[in-house]
T-cell receptor, first 114, second 114 residues
Framework: AQSVTQPDIHITVSEGASLELRCNYS??????LFWYVQSPGQGLQLLLK??????LVQGIKGFEAEFKRSQSSFNLRKPSVHWSDAAEYFC????????????FGAGTQVVVTP | SAVISQKPSRDICQRGTSLTIQCQVD?????MFWYRQQPGQSLTLIAT?????????ESGFVIDKFPISRPNLTFSTLTVSNMSPEDSSIYLC???????????FGPGTRLTVL
């Protein structure tokens, strides 16, 4: 069965510092991978996605993620965080045998300190 | 893109009652889905809303508890029946346009059951 693991429930980072959020997946086929952000009281916003090709994916708001097949990982990074990056981040696997269906990770809550 | 609206945005309901949540999309979409996000939890897929036929439910979800309608390609409803406090969650509508690479989420309906 497919699964998505986000090992870090909560991360605190200083404004201006770098951020890395971990995501590991288990899926039989080549996965479609996504990162979403959910700000307080807001809906889900897509940051970036990986389907194929270049394993380093650029997204919105200065985020990037790298797909590493050998490690079954899709970690999200940002070189310098802003206070507005405080939010909950979800990694998700798109089920290729059923378009539009996602398996979500548990989420990582990011707190940004001054 | 797709603009999704949900009604109501939030509600507080009494135990034993039912609530119907509406999801309206600004364009025709192939696939529509309903997710649940329990407090402090990740998103879990409830069902796929099929146009013109019965919804397809994920393991752990049944039609008697979560009846779903989808009368056309832009609209769907989810009913939470015979509610208990454990049903307190955010319910999100999601749509897919294209071959799995365009997924959009509604703003969610925050339900509190007393």
């Amino acid at each position: 069965a497919q699964s998505v693991t986000q090992p870090d429930i909560h991360i605190t980072v200083s404004e201006g510092a770098s951020l890395e959020l971990r995501c590991n997946y288990s899926y039989g086929a080549t996965p479609y991978l996504f990162w979403y952000v959910q700000s307080p009281g807001q809906g889900l916003q897509l940051l970036l996605k990986y389907f194929s090709g270049d394993t380093l994916v650029q997204g919105i708001k200065g985020f990037e993620a790298e797909f590493k097949r050998s490690q079954s990982s899709f970690n999200l990074r940002k070189p310098s965080v802003h206070w507005s990056d405080a939010a909950e981040y979800f990694c998700a696997v798109g089920l290729t045998d059923s378009w539009g269906k996602f398996q979500f990770g548990a989420g990582t809550q990011v707190v940004v300190t001054p | 893109s797709a603009v999704i609206s949900q009604k109501p945005s939030r509600d507080i309901c009494q135990r034993g009652t039912s609530l119907t949540i509406q999801c309206q999309v600004d364009s025709q979409v192939t696939m529509m889905f309903w997710y649940r996000q329990q407090p402090g939890q990740s998103l879990t897929l409830i069902a796929t809303a099929n146009q013109g036929s019965e919804a397809t439910y994920e393991s752990g979800f049944v039609i008697d508890k979560f009846p779903i309608s989808r009368p056309n390609l832009t609209f769907s409803t989810l009913t939470v029946s015979n509610m208990s406090p454990e049903d307190s969650s955010i319910y999100l509508c999601s749509v897919e346009k294209g071959a799995g690479d365009q997924q959009f989420f509604g703003p969610g309906t925050r339900l509190t059951v007393l």
